[in-house]
């Protein structure tokens, strides 16, 4: 099983070019699935997930080309058998996203209950119930979702009892095909969920409402593919500008978007980073300065992302000053605290809170990571820390970091994959 190693305590500088996004890439491929012709998409990130639901979709029968340049062409038109095992969909949750379109165009699917990382209760009964509403037969028997429809779904008003990312996408790709107007409410806004609607949209969908918490969708009787570019990656911008800051350095991220950063550059702003926005790029700077302690609370997008609390968590750790982060989206992701511990971190959790006391120094040992984001807030916490720092189970980074090690590398880090 491959390592991380990493020698830190040195400040990162340079450009780092930004992948696109994985939360909009996964969506997208299992959006291919309501296509009847061809569907391109553009500026895919080569990761363990999307390698994963090309797998699955490929199973189904869709035929998957893989081009120069991230882009791939998927041809859904012979699709025969809708179904999604287990082998593949225990690693990774966004498999069932492929639920919705598999029910709307074929009528029927069986899509075993997913994996991924364990960082809490992440239900699917929020799913279910929206595609019960719809007038789908649903039902859950030997880890396996068994859902059928008799004609067509019917466009109802479903109303999310609490915002869901992938609920509000497997409905929305359902509703495309359903008979009548669906009305989607309390949905999630993340840039994502509005990537997949302008695809959606593109390929022939009735949508209105993208980017407010009410989705409006006319149901149409097919879709065909287009060619579609996915939006960069909002979390990987996110991760190198905090690991800048962590750092005390200086780096530029290329081909992001800034419009979606809003909340974590205005946290990096309050750490005393400088920051330059200008187009598709965002610099930033620290002048050698050490970052200050921030307060963070996680809730829905437009607020602070659950996917960079604990990146923050180790700016925290080596920040002058206290700060107190407050986990409200998942009930398990402070799994991380205990691997910083082990560097020589002061943090104290009591329920959804970690209060983090600041320190000059962490000191390189060996960890584990835990989950995707726990991943990379260990490697930022490498780069920080002095001396050795020897990452384990980092299989978990390679699910939604492209080439973390060969980006950073490019920044001035001393880091490399060993066996």
Do not use: W
């Not at 209105?208 to 969708?217: C, K, N, R």
């Amino acid at each position: 099983m491959d390592k991380i190693l990493i020698c830190g305590g040195r400040p990162l500088f340079g450009e780092v070019r930004i992948s696109g996004a994985k939360n909009s890439a996964l969506p997208m491929l299992a959006a291919t699935l309501l296509a009847q012709t061809p569907l391109r998409l553009k500026n895919i990130p080569h990761l363990q997930d999307v390698t994963t639901m090309i797998k699955l979709i490929s199973q189904m029968g869709a035929m998957v080309t893989v081009g120069d340049k991230m882009s791939l062409e998927v041809d859904a038109s012979r699709v025969n058998h809708p179904e999604a095992p287990y082998a593949l969909v225990k690693t990774m949750r966004a498999s069932i996203l492929v639920l919705g379109p598999l029910l709307a165009r074929f009528g029927t699917a069986k899509v075993s209950l997913p994996g991924g990382c364990a960082i809490g209760s992440r239900p699917v009964d929020l799913h279910l119930k929206a595609l019960e509403a719809m007038g789908a037969e649903v039902s859950v028997r030997g880890g396996y979702i068994y859902a059928e429809t008799k004609g067509r779904l019917k466009g109802c008003r479903v109303l999310f009892d609490q915002v869901t990312v992938t609920g509000t996408e497997n409905i929305l790709m359902a509703a495309t095909l359903a008979e009548g107007e669906t009305i989607l409410e309390n949905v999630a806004r993340e840039p994502e969920v509005g990537d997949l609607a302008s695809c959606l949209i593109k390929m022939g969908a009735h949508i209105e409402g993208i980017g407010t918490d009410t989705l409006y969708i006319k149901g149409v009787e097919s879709l065909n593919g287009v060619t579609h570019h996915v939006i960069p990656d909002r979390i990987e911008t996110g991760t190198f500008l905090v690991a800048a800051a962590a750092t005390c350095g200086e780096v530029k991220t290329l081909h992001t978007d800034p419009s979606t950063l809003d909340a974590v550059l205005q946290k990096l702003d309050q750490a005393g980073a400088e920051i330059d926005v200008e187009g598709d790029q965002i610099s930033l700077s620290m002048k050698g300065r050490r970052p200050k302690a921030v307060d963070i609370i996680t809730a829905p997008y437009p607020a602070f992302p659950t996917d960079m609390q604990a990146q923050f968590m180790v700016m925290n750790t080596i920040a002058s000053g206290s700060g107190t982060v407050v986990e409200k989206i998942f009930d398990k992701r402070f799994m991380h605290v205990n691997e910083l511990l082990r560097l020589g971190a002061e943090i104290h959790v009591e329920g959804n809170t970690a209060m983090v006391k600041g320190r000059p120094e962490l000191f390189g040992a060996p960890i584990m990571a835990t989950d995707l984001r726990a991943s990379a807030c260990l490697v930022i916490a490498g780069l920080v820390a002095k001396g050795e720092t020897l990452i384990d189970r980092i299989y978990h980074i390679d699910r939604g970091y492209e080439c973390i090690e060969e980006k950073f590398r490019g920044l001035g880090a001393e880091i490399q994959r060993i066996s």
